[in-house]
């Protein structure tokens, strides 16, 4: 068995360092990678699509990279409990034919002791925006430290 601290029951700390982890793996874009931090028999709903595992995590994930060009994330701590861990996010990403998106949402996650995500439920709105409506500009990957959330967007 192999453990993915910060581990539950979260302090608000943990929890962030959860979230900030999330984040960062998301915006490396890697599904291999990111599949890793869930359950082998991880539920999921993203948007109005159901499966469960961590291969079927994949290839979602791998499918949607595809679709998803430019692809930058934030997402910000909003609640936590025991080992739940409630986020708000926001990304932006552009199609093959140029038109970019702000996608808002929110997420449940729920982890098993050894740290892994059992569960996670993803609500997504997306809104049309223009490319001088961007705001995440950082190189792809990582955000880095010193730029703004989503509260210091107002988003």
């Avoid at 997402?75 to 093959?96: G, M």
């Avoid at 702000?102 to 997504?124: T, V």
Wanted: overall charge negative.
């Amino acid at each position: 068995m192999v453990n993915r601290p910060p581990l539950p029951p979260f302090t608000r700390e943990t929890a962030i360092e959860k979230v900030w982890a999330a984040e960062n793996a998301w915006n490396s874009r890697c599904a291999a990678s990111v599949a890793l931090a869930y359950t082998l028999d991880s539920r999921w709903r993203n948007r109005s699509e159901f499966f469960t595992g961590r291969e079927a995590i994949e290839a979602f994930l791998r499918r949607k990279w595809e679709q998803e060009l430019d692809y930058r994330l934030i997402k910000e701590l909003w609640a936590f409990t025991d080992n739940r861990i409630a986020v708000r996010f926001v990304y932006e990403c552009s199609d093959e034919a140029g038109r970019w998106r702000r996608c808002h949402g929110n997420e449940n996650w729920q982890f098993a002791p050894d740290g892994l995500m059992s569960e996670r439920h993803a609500s997504i709105n997306d809104v049309p925006i223009s490319e001088t409506e961007r705001l995440f500009f950082w190189p792809l990957g990582m955000r880095p430290l010193d730029h703004p959330g989503l509260t210091e967007f107002g988003l």
